[in-house]
């Protein structure tokens, strides 16, 4: 669906022999298919992407459901896959601003290797040429690249991916396997010593010791009552001796 690309998309699917502008890199443009008025022309924001990526979960039912029809009505026999370079799609949602440097998009705005950029594609149309094939869809599968001159240009080369692309792209797919793989094997030990594999490991660490308790205070005894007094007894008055009257 990139605006640069669409009227070479058609006169490629309509002309036979297909005027290319350019060779590419010493790649020869493919030649046209003469499909006039004979194909169904379905266009997706990332193309093959678009199909496969699990970040459109709908987009993929639609695909897939229009192939569906497709291959019903039209009894269609051919899929013809056309990736093009400098797609804003890849850029947009495939990957995280993270991890745009990995597949050598600059700062989200282009790409720094163009074999790169070309090797990102070919995985991509494959992911989707294989998963036809699981689905059970009896079709050839052609995959092509429109290639540009540059970010500016809007004009592009529809051609077979180069040697180079797709070499790279088979280092890149044997990488991910080798982690895959990784991964996997360091599942099936976990769980053999019946570690959870599902999670990530809790973070190791030390627990702070104890804090010591602290002296328990000995309650202060109440103090002895005072000794009570005793009250001095009074002696009994002695009687006055009485006066003897004289007689």
Same mark, same amino acid.
């Given at each position: !669906?990139?605006?640069?690309? !669409? ?39 990332? @193309? ?31 899929? /013809? /896959? /056309? ?39 070919? *995985? !991509? ?5 294989? %998963?036809?094939? %699981? ?22 080369? /529809? ?10 792209? %088979? ?19 976990? @769980? ?6 599902? @999670? ?11 804090? @010591? ?31 003897? *009257?004289?007689?």
């Amino acid at each position: !669906m990139d605006l640069r690309v !669409m009227d070479e998309v058609a006169e490629y699917l309509g002309t036979k022999p297909y005027a290319a502008p350019r060779a590419y890199n010493g790649t020869e443009p493919s030649r046209g298919t003469g499909l006039k008025d004979r194909y169904d022309h379905v266009a997706i924001a990332g @193309a093959a992407l678009g199909a496969v990526t699990p970040l459109k979960p709908h987009w993929n039912e639609t695909f897939w459901d229009h192939v569906d029809l497709a291959i019903a009505l039209h009894k269609v026999k051919k899929l /013809i /896959i /056309i990736e093009h370079q400098d797609c804003g799609a890849y850029k947009a949602f495939f990957l995280p601003a993270a991890r745009r440097d990995v597949i050598g998009a600059k700062k989200g705005k282009g790409w720094t290797d163009a074999v790169g950029e070309g090797a990102c594609h070919y *995985r !991509m149309a494959r992911e989707l040429r294989n %998963q036809l094939l %699981q689905r059970g869809k009896n079709l050839e599968v052609q995959v092509l690249y429109a290639a540009l001159a540059g970010p500016d240009s809007k004009h592009a080369t /529809i051609r077979h991916f180069s040697a180079a692309e797709i070499k790279r792209a %088979q280092v890149d797919e044997a990488a991910d396997e080798k982690t895959l793989l990784t991964i996997a094997n360091a599942d099936k030990d976990d @769980a053999a010593h019946g570690a959870k594999t599902d @999670a990530l490991p809790e973070p190791a660490f030390e627990a702070p010791p104890a804090a @010591a308790p602290a002296p328990k205070k000995k309650a202060a005894k109440p103090p002895a009552p005072a000794p009570k007094k005793k009250l001095a007894k009074t002696p009994p008055a002695t009687p006055a001796p009485k006066k003897k *009257r004289p007689r």
